[in-house]
């Protein structure tokens, strides 16, 4: 076992928001292990992992890698790392297997017999902890990990319930650092709001990617009983936020709007919450393609009103230098010499890289035929839009729709 691959398995879970820590079997399991939750809500006595039910206690000598379940439906995995010790254990978590919501944490409230007053630190606490559902692709992954740390078939992946109601004494109020956590959190989430908003205005897909996937960005809101609803706000809150990391990155607002109202009608056509990641991925890769197609950062105030004029008109088939500079009473001279200033081509070349991007984004994201998707792209000709496309794309828009078919 190479401690490269142990690192990267860190980083691994690091990067799926699951808390990790090295921690010894002969001592009590720290406080942070559980991100503080027994130390805010109850009077327990820390306890070392050989206290938990059913464990082999020789489970580091048995290379046993355990997946533990707790009374509060958290998740842990423990992995014994070979040392000169046989003490040292990966501790990783905690982590849900379902999505929450308020009505479940008030049942599990009510069924461990947690007071009233701690049910608002138990929701945000469960709202906080990143779900994994895909229990078989966790499973396959510490199966590979087993075999790279102690050698294949000389290790096991146990399932540990430890579900059954201990008696519990909890506190009778929150401490005052209490909120202070949760706000701390607040804070942690709208810092990651900012940089995101940031990745988005530039159109910076991949670094805004990676930032959404934190959980803070998938349970903002788990106030309604119906999971489904949950997800659905909380993508029409990432709706929101998408909105003004383009905003930020100067796309008119008819676009924006346009896109927002395209944008929400998906979330509300969802039928299913396991759909949220792909809708989620698919929400911020519009915005962010629009960001590097439709931006105008960079160019002089009047070179913006003329490609904010050109957005808002791509689509129609008169739209020209001559129109154009009248529409913004502008000389057609002084226009065909700012535009090869600024974007160094021809305003027609210009128009038409424009067009065939827009057809791009119809190809991607709608069924129209490609006479349709012509016509919306302000071609009258359906052969000259194709020419053109090809001469852009080195391929038609049928071989370009079925190239993104077979990729999708």
């Given at each position: 076992?190479?401690?490269?691959?142990?690192?990267?398995t860190?980083?691994f879970?690091?990067?799926?928001?699951?808390?990790t820590?090295m921690?010894?079997?002969?001592k009590?399991?720290?406080?942070?292990?559980?991100?503080?939750?027994?130390?805010?809500i109850?009077?327990?006595?820390?306890i070392?992992?050989?206290?938990?039910?059913?464990?082999?206690?020789y489970?580091?000598?048995?290379?046993?890698?355990?997946?533990?379940t707790?009374?509060?439906?958290?998740?842990?995995?423990?992995?014994?790392i070979?040392?000169?010790t046989n003490?040292t254990?990966?501790?990783?978590g905690?982590?849900?297997?379902e999505?929450?919501?308020i009505h479940?944490?008030?049942r599990l409230?009510?069924?461990l017999?947690?007071?009233p007053?701690?049910?608002?630190?138990?929701?945000?606490?469960f709202?906080?902890l990143?779900?994994?559902?895909e229990?078989?692709?966790?499973?396959?992954?510490?199966?590979t990990f087993?075999?790279n740390?102690?050698?294949p078939?000389l290790?096991?992946?146990?399932?540990?319930k430890?579900?059954?109601?201990?008696?519990?004494?909890?506190v009778?109020e929150?401490?005052?650092?209490?909120?202070?956590?949760?706000?701390?959190?607040?804070?942690?989430?709208?810092q990651?709001?900012?940089?995101?908003?940031?990745?988005?205005?530039?159109?910076?897909?991949?670094k805004?990617?990676?930032?959404?996937?934190?959980?803070?960005?998938?349970?903002?809101d788990?106030?309604?009983?119906?999971?489904?609803?949950?997800?659905k706000?909380?993508?029409?809150t990432?709706?929101?936020?998408c909105?003004?990391?383009?905003e930020?990155?100067?796309v008119?607002p008819v676009h924006l709007?346009?896109?927002?109202?395209?944008?929400?009608?998906?979330?509300?056509n969802?039928?299913?919450?396991?759909?949220?990641?792909?809708?989620?991925r698919?929400?911020?890769?519009?915005y962010?393609?629009?960001?590097?197609?439709k931006?105008?950062?960079?160019?002089s105030?009047t070179m913006?009103?003329?490609?904010?004029?050109?957005?808002q008109?791509?689509?129609?088939?008169?739209?020209?230098l001559?129109?154009?500079a009248?529409?913004l009473?502008?000389?057609?001279?002084?226009l065909?010499?700012?535009?090869?200033?600024?974007t160094?081509?021809?305003?027609?070349?210009?128009?038409?890289?424009?067009?065939?991007?827009?057809?791009?984004?119809?190809?991607?994201?709608?069924?129209?035929?490609?006479?349709e998707?012509?016509?919306?792209?302000?071609?009258?000709?359906?052969?000259?839009?194709?020419r053109?496309?090809?001469?852009?794309?080195?391929?038609?828009?049928s071989?370009?729709?079925?190239m993104?078919?077979?990729?999708?």
């Amino acid at each position: 076992m190479s401690e490269n691959f142990l690192d990267f398995t860190i980083s691994f879970f690091n990067k799926i928001n699951l808390h990790t820590l090295m921690i010894s079997i002969t001592k009590p399991i720290p406080e942070e292990a559980d991100l503080g939750l027994r130390k805010e809500i109850s009077k327990e006595i820390p306890i070392s992992i050989l206290d938990f039910n059913d464990i082999d206690p020789y489970f580091h000598q048995h290379h046993i890698i355990y997946i533990c379940t707790d009374q509060f439906l958290c998740n842990y995995i423990l992995i014994p790392i070979p040392d000169d010790t046989n003490s040292t254990v990966l501790f990783a978590g905690p982590f849900l297997t379902e999505r929450t919501d308020i009505h479940r944490t008030t049942r599990l409230c009510n069924q461990l017999e947690i007071p009233p007053i701690l049910h608002r630190f138990i929701n945000q606490y469960f709202s906080s902890l990143p779900c994994i559902t895909e229990q078989t692709l966790l499973e396959n992954y510490l199966y590979t990990f087993g075999e790279n740390l102690y050698g294949p078939g000389l290790f096991q992946v146990q399932y540990l319930k430890q579900l059954e109601k201990k008696e519990t004494s909890y506190v009778s109020e929150l401490n005052p650092h209490s909120d202070e956590t949760l706000m701390k959190r607040l804070e942690e989430r709208y810092q990651m709001e900012g940089q995101l908003i940031d990745a988005i205005s530039r159109g910076d897909f991949n670094k805004a990617m990676h930032l959404s996937s934190n959980l803070a960005f998938h349970n903002i809101d788990n106030r309604s009983t119906y999971p489904l609803r949950s997800v659905k706000n909380n993508l029409l809150t990432f709706n929101t936020i998408c909105r003004k990391g383009a905003e930020l990155g100067n796309v008119h607002p008819v676009h924006l709007d346009e896109m927002s109202r395209r944008m929400a009608i998906k979330i509300e056509n969802m039928t299913s919450p396991d759909q949220d990641k792909e809708v989620h991925r698919d929400v911020l890769k519009n915005y962010c393609h629009m960001v590097q197609q439709k931006t105008t950062t960079g160019f002089s105030p009047t070179m913006q009103r003329v490609m904010n004029h050109v957005f808002q008109n791509i689509t129609d088939p008169t739209l020209t230098l001559q129109t154009t500079a009248q529409a913004l009473s502008l000389s057609k001279t002084y226009l065909s010499a700012l535009f090869k200033k600024e974007t160094n081509c021809t305003f027609t070349t210009y128009i038409n890289q424009k067009r065939i991007e827009h057809g791009i984004f119809l190809l991607n994201t709608t069924n129209l035929q490609i006479q349709e998707i012509a016509g919306e792209c302000g071609f009258l000709d359906v052969n000259y839009f194709t020419r053109i496309f090809q001469k852009e794309k080195h391929m038609t828009p049928s071989q370009y729709r079925r190239m993104i078919q077979e990729h999708s």
